[in-house]
């Protein structure tokens, strides 16, 4: 077999889509096979990835609002100053960052692989955007792990606390004599749910269900007056996604500001504080495939893939070093070629597994 590969300015678009295979999804992705055919030429086409960095960045936000009776929890209920919230306000907190890499189809580094007409089945596995995955053999994308995500949100109470007071507070002449009727109606919900935890309470339910129901609507009515006094605190969680396509070193280039009002803001909005990241080629040593070099000069280029290089990645939030982390960047790597006398051998065809993300080879068989 005889392969060689040009580098095209302007590709082409596929040249015979013979068979779409939907193996599951690597970030959804779907993968294609090319064969290559007198219809197509024996040519596949394809593309090498670049790196982009994704940036996840998960926060909240806190709404906070003053009770009513909120000068009065003390007085009336015992409560400590601090369990009391005496202003309305919002607090924005950056929780946590996150980054992951992903491969893009760099549109400046097509290629072209040629095969020799009486080449046996030559194919190519591509993903639908056209990074390479293998050449002469099979290829099934790897399932995503999956992992969980759980929330905790503390909300306020759905109970309408005025459903629940009496007549004596709908007719209290101040605010403070109101705010003593409610907790007197605290103290009430709390007793009858006591005597009826100790067996003390009148028509109490029979049942095991029916007593956890019952519990539950009086704890539900307890907490909706208590935050008339102590006020209630309701927390939602975000998640946003910035991408960062690193051609060189950077220093403190700033992805996003941060304010503890609004939350996210635009990198160039100065009410919040930035959050910046810099990227740091890591010196080491590349190793090369070996070339022949008695061929070197007669044969074309075959197989072009990439040798990524490695970066050290940190965010920053302000002076807050929020993540740090090695990811491997095709931009700060070099290209490689393989010696097409790897292809000549009919009898043990040569298979190349790639890692599509990078373009790099996971695997030669032979």
Known sequence: ???????????????????????????????VKMSATKSTNYGVEYFLPKTVLIVEADYSRTTKKSGIYAKYAERFLGLDKKSI???????????????????????????LIEFKAKTTMP??????????????????PELPKTIAKSTENKTASTVNAQSILTEEYLR??????????????????RESRNDLLTGNADNAPRDGEGMKIVLAQLDAQEKALTEL??????????NAE???????????????????HEGIVDADDLSGSPVYINVKRAEEEMIEMPVDPKKKEKEPASIVYNVPGKAEV??????????????????????????????????????????PETGAIKQIIQ
């Open 229 to 238: 006094f102590t006020g209630t605190s309701i927390t939602e969680t975000f």
């Open 314 to 355: 940190e965010v920053y939030f302000g002076i807050n070093l929020m993540y740090r982390n090695t990811f491997r960047i095709v931009q700060f790597g070099k290209k490689q070629t393989l010696a097409t006398s790897l292809f000549e051998d009919r009898k043990a065809p040569v298979r190349i597994y790639f890692y």
């Open 1 to 31: 077999m005889y392969v060689c590969t040009h580098k095209r300015k302007n590709m082409r678009k596929y040249l015979l889509l013979l068979l779409l295979i939907p193996f599951g999804s690597l970030a959804q992705t779907k993968v």
């Open 123 to 140: 194919f190519v596995f591509l993903t639908e955007d056209g990074l390479i995955c293998t050449i002469n053999a099979e290829y099934s």
């Open 242 to 260: 910035f991408e960062v396509e690193p051609q060189m070193e950077i220093e403190k280039e700033v992805i996003f500001r941060f304010s503890k």
């Open 85 to 111: 919230i005496l202003e309305d306000g919002v607090t924005c907190t950056l929780n946590k960052i996150k980054m992951t890499s992903s491969g893009v189809p760099d549109k400046r580094e097509g290629y």
């Open 172 to 189: 209290a002449g101040s605010t403070m004599k109101m705010a003593e009727v409610a907790a007197k109606r605290i103290y009430e919900l």
